[in-house]
């Protein structure tokens, strides 16, 4: 594929500097990238390898120095090299339809230009939209509903009733609808509580491999517009996921929790259940959840306290053997003070009383 | 399906109050619940809600007061309303058999009313008991045993010899008798321990969506009798783990590690290899667990101490610096005082020193 | 199987301690091992032990004494018997050729004594070396290559374009080449930067169940030749794991850090992305790594700390409340000190002075 400079500014949203006819046939880094190809400068510490790249044009931030190079200049580099990048490395999507191997339940609903690959299995009363594929070895049980867009890659399954919206992505081996993790203890053992919701996932999701997303006790759980799960990941049953979600690898969030929108999860952290955290927080990695976050707050370590105390509280931490040595030695040395001004209190004379001795004796 | 008042007490085993004639269709909760339908009352806070529930009988606790209405009086509600939620949701089996694109290996025994869906992969020598259903994708190994009333979910393999239990239920993408991880380290590479033991999982046992339960390197990795596992936990080679044990998401127990009954192990919890957990034992989520627990006990933090203990040293971390600052400062007020003390001894009287200086003057 | 014991000190480098010529036919512990049978002795601990075996031979470490058994004595009896376990227990493989119910994509090479089961699906224009055995319901995306000797156990699947060496086996479940998680924030939402570059899987690795490796951004996301990786782990993309790493369960390592030569990490580990951990460092079960590790290191803690100071201070960690409260105690005691000397300062008569009262008497 091949475009002008002009043609690539339109697609990003930038305006160019130098001369827009020029032909970008590719991208790359500002050290890799060859005569024809285009790359960027997302980090302004680099600016001085702009003069020196031997790309055909540069992304630049506004107010960056081009060098004299050509140049499209927009607001946010980093995103419209993302964008050039999918231009340029999207291969166009060829629907493979219904292919030998794949196994179609009955009364099931396929939108056009679908790719069903072999050995994958749609339960009955499925619906599929359009242009959606459905990798090797991927399961739908039955009465599940797929939107437009949706790719399942190769060993997903996705449990009976479960509802997946427009453009989402699930990677290899992850699980949308398993049972949630719920029993009534009758004092011995535990009784099952049969888990009769589904699972929602909104337009624009992606979930990681070899994540699991439980379906809900009754309604749903639900995982919001654009939120993006990473691999490895546990949603208990009952969670409500918001919008534009980041949710890092490992990490798991208990039952009927609440997350707001923009929260970000980093790895490996853990919510505990029935807890609300609001919009824009953020919980940095291995750190644990066991209580509300307000919007927009900060928050590490187990217990999640805010993120910069706790780093101060964590610089401590290594001085706590030498810290307990000076308090028990600081201990020893009060107690000796006041054991001697016990004693010489006895004995200091109080005010004038030196003066009264000295006059019995006149 | 609908039931009278009176089956229903007898299904859950408590008494009636007032009319058991009345037919119940369905259930919900006290908010949802509407004419036809039964609720429940777990938590008594919302005892006042029974006055004003639309379902037509209430599920109570011995001593609740049921404000007029119907009820089913039991020891406990939360018990009986997942009995009767089993019993209105639960949908009859219907036996698929053995379905076309399902692959059956040699010297097969398969008991009667089976469900084994397309892309399911049965080796040879497997035995699989009465009403057991395979989902499609699910592969047994060769020599594998499944007890009655097996319940595999799509994606699950069960490795080589293993044996399954009666209606045990394992969830999508998990994996029963994967290698342990031994190794013997030759100085420079690792040289891999051949790990030919099985993983036998007890009645009764439920395990989450990709779960890993790892073979023993001789004998058995065992999973005792109605334990429940949830998603993404990591069971080790040899690993006993007793009965009505609960495992919550994300955990992971390391190898010849042995779990008493009624353990419960929150959310990305972690128990070293070869220890010992006494029956009852709770550890809370994200704790670690480098040494033996005794039964009964509960314990919390890395490394895991007892519960109560952590969370007032947990109270305490944030002050960390401030103890730091204000015992510096102590340090210094000390050696002032200290200082102090030393100058004025010099000079500071005897007893009866100025009576002598005063008589000298007399 | 049987051999002689002279055969058997030669295939694990030992010498004959006895009679070369006796019959070995299996082994067992130094409890359980019977006539017949070699067994070993690891751990001198339980040197007494080989004087009452019924193990018709033992593999001891030079020096120890045989107690007039027969024997093979070598540097590292573990690995010694390691070696024996896999000389008894491993039956040769027969190769099943392409089986019946799995799907070959267009121009595929498969090289000999292949072993390809039901439900396995392979994509186009993938190689596959010699002696390759694909577990049912494996799936192989277009233009992957596999070396030889390469076990994939069932619902593996191994994403376009990604390369796995020679002798390499991967576990039930897990996934090769997902992709990386990495998105442009635009103000509002997230925007998917493709990944595009795939995974290199060097020979003599083994990876765990459901574990999964990202695919790279651009290049390649690395495992190094003899890493052995355990269940549930994340390999964030663009990630460099060098030679005879360790991985032990549930550990996570983020995008972009690179791992030296025998590096190890325990259960629940993270580290956090852009980061180097030196050769032969080890960080310790449930640590979070967030800066670099010199070689050699051996670190733990959220924040890791070295692993011995970490335990001092852990110690420490219970002993909190008491130390708050006796700091605040000492603060109480040392200003009463401070206000008792100011209070007596002003009479302590200072040196002469109280002569100079007296006389003024006289």
Known sequence: ???????????????????????????????????????????????????????????????????GRNAIVVGNPYLAFAKLLTIFTTRPRVPRGIMPGAIIGEEVAIGEFASIHPGAVVGDRVVIGERVTLHPNVTL???????????????????????????????????????????????????????????IVEDDVEIGANSAVDRAALEATRVGRGTKIDNLVQVGHNCVIGEDCIIVG???IAGSTRLGKHVTLGGQVAIAGHLTIGDGAMISGKSGVMSDVAPGEVLSGIPAMPHQARLRSAAVFPHLPEMRKSLARMGI???????????????????????AMARGYA
Request: hydrophobic share 40%; proline share 5%.
């Open 1 to 67: 594929m091949e475009k002008t400079l002009l043609e690539l500014a339109e697609l990003v949203g930038g305006q160019v500097v130098g001369d827009p006819g020029i032909r970008i046939k590719g991208l790359g880094t500002l050290e890799t990238a060859r005569e024809g190809q285009i790359t960027f400068l997302a980090n302004p510490r680099y600016a001085a390898k702009v003069a020196d790249t031997r790309a055909s044009a540069v992304v630049l931030a506004s107010g960056t120095n081009p060098f």
């Open 141 to 199: 049980y039955d009465d599940v509903v797929l939107g437009d867009d949706v790719t399942l890659h190769s060993g997903v399954s996705v449990r009976e009733g479960c509802r997946i919206g427009n453009r989402v992505i699930i990677h290899n081996g992850a699980t949308i609808g398993s049972d949630g993790f719920g029993y009534a203890p009758d004092g011995a053992a535990y009784f099952k509580i049969p888990q009769i919701g589904i699972v």
């Open 250 to 252: 490992q990490a798991g």
């Open 333 to 355: 040395r009060m107690t000796k003070v006041e054991e001697h001004l016990e004693s010489v209190s006895n004995v200091m004379p109080l005010p004038g009383q030196e003066c």
